[in-house]
Structure formats: structure tokens, C-alpha cells
Nanobody
Framework: QVQLVESGGGLVQPGGSLRLSCAAS????????MSWVRQAPGKGLEWVAG????????KMTDSVKDRFTISRDNARNTVSLQMNSLKADDTAVYYC?????????????WGQGTQVTVSS
């Protein structure tokens, strides 16, 4: 079955960096778009970044543009989120999601999430 396992979260000071990774299994990874979605304490889900199956197209929500980068390695079945210049507002549980075909805007499967806390 589909498995998405996130890692790399933790506590970081404002201005710091973290790299989240998602290891995928149970499906043909290179055929699906992938996304990162986050949920801040007491708030709803927010889509953060998406990448098509080929990796040629990426999109980011405005609040993280120029700070976050999404990438994937289809040979290793992983998708990553490099987060730089982190702010307190980035504190959230970050989820890796599997799209529908190349469309990363539909979130068919979810990982268990990894906590990112930005605090001094």
C-alpha cells in the first residue's frame, strides 16, 4: 500500500534552515505529483509547495516563495522541502502528500507528518 514517511523536522531558531524529506513506497513514484501541506497550531491545512511527476514544474505558496524549495529524486523515491530563513509563522506539522497523476493539487494520500517548530 502507499506509504509516505516524513523526516527532518525539529526545533530551529528564527532565520535558520531545515530540510524535510519524504520517503515514498507502494506506488510508482515517478508517475505522481507530490506536495507538502502544513497545519499550524489551531489553524487549518495550508498547501505549501508542489512538484509535478517529472520535477520540471514546481509551485509554492506566496508566503514561502524565495525561502522554500521543493525537489524530488525519482530514482530514490523521495521528495524534499528545503526551508531557509524560517519564521515563527512556519511552525506547523508538515505533511507529504501524493497527488493524482501528475496533478499535485489533489492530495490522495498523506504521510503522518513531521513537526517543525521555529522559536528562539
Amino acid at each position: 500500500q502507499v506509504q509516505l514517511v516524513e523526516s527532518g523536522g525539529g526545533l530551529v531558531q528564527p532565520g535558520g534552515s531545515l530540510r524535510l524529506s519524504c520517503a515514498a513506497s507502494g506506488f510508482s513514484f515517478g508517475s505522481y505529483g507530490m506536495s507538502w501541506v502544513r497545519q499550524a497550531p489551531g489553524k487549518g491545512l495550508e498547501w505549501v509547495a508542489g512538484i509535478t511527476n517529472s520535477g520540471l514544474t514546481t509551485k509554492m505558496t506566496d508566503s514561502v516563495k524565495d525561502r522554500f524549495t521543493i525537489s524530488r529524486d525519482n530514482a530514490r523515491n523521495t521528495v524534499s522541502l528545503q526551508m531557509n530563513s524560517l519564521k515563527a509563522d512556519d511552525t506547523a506539522v508538515y505533511y507529504c502528500t501524493k497527488g493524482r497523476g501528475s496533478n499535485f493539487s489533489v492530495h490522495v494520500s498523506w504521510g503522518q507528518g513531521t513537526q517543525v517548530t521555529v522559536s528562539s
